[in-house]
DNA sequence: AAACAACTGCAATCGGCTTGCAATTGAGCG
DNA sequence: CGCTCAATTGCAAGCCGATTGCAGTTGTTT
């Protein structure tokens, strides 16, 4: 499965970024939080907490740290959260400039994951907006398949 | 916020479906089903299993049989389930010949949802699918937003 | 009406996630 | 550089949706 052109194009330099953002919120730049995005920087793919934690050099964190650090992430716009409907929330690195809005292709067989550069549903979603007089309308979107090699 | 076209048209005679669907795969017509479809009929929007088992005459039946009968029920094709990502599964009726498949617009603030009757994905579902040499490409789409409401 | 598989209630359990608290640590400052 | 203090962390307890083993109950078939 490829590596997406949102991936090769922005992961660099989280580490300033970070720096950057936490400075101006007078938040820390701590061991566990460089360790999380060095992890998800060399992941292609959305990962979850837990697999964050399995990837980190033995037990240099707690996991609790770990659910902690991502809602600040996210709040920041450093990470974006994705729900591949099985339970577990799935984190992946948000490039600057990005919005990090996208989709995925799962298989429901082994789980692999393509990412979907495009989104079809901008103009949907502003008629969707103005048919019912929402506000703010966003949308969660995820594919689901057999993929070749389940195929067999 | 309107009662969706499907919800209007096939939610009739779930008992006889039931009946029928069940007796062919020998299982039984409990007490505890019928009450769940006859509160997913009076209820034109999805739910969750903890909704269903507030809304059964006191204790009808255990919330665990609310799960089991769900499983069930998905499984015969006679309910659909939903994730609007807050954590709780919710289940709506399916009505005869329709495969149920459709969206939801949810205010983020009052949870309050508006059914979206159409779906726009179907081909480019079966783009994704060609493109990736996936098989049986499905999707997940729901949108949120602000509801007028809640604008106020 | 009997017999048996399907089903249910109950309680224990699981997994993802959150939280209170005491101990630790990073950042600014003298 | 060392001090100070808020931010952060580890740990353990706990919450919530969901699942499961088991013993007792019930629907269906004959």
Known sequence: MKVPAHARAHKRQELSVLTRHLRGQSRKITGPR?????ILR??????TNREIFAAMPKGRCDLATIYRAMHLLEEMG????FDFGDGAAR??????????????????????????????????????????????????????????ACQR
């Open 34 to 38: 460089q360790a999380i995005l060095e």
């Open 42 to 47: 060399r992941h292609p793919h959305p990962m």
């Open 91 to 148: 984190f992946e690195l948000v490039g600057e400039g990005d919005d990090g809005h996208h989709h995925h292709l799962i298989c429901t067989r082994c789980a692999g994951v393509v990412e979907i550069d495009e989104c079809f549903l901008r103009e949907i979603e502003s008629r969707i907006a103005a048919r019912n007089r929402f506000k703010a309308v966003t949308h969660k979107l995820e594919f689901f398949g057999i993929c070749p």
């Open 78 to 81: 450093m990470v974006k959260r």
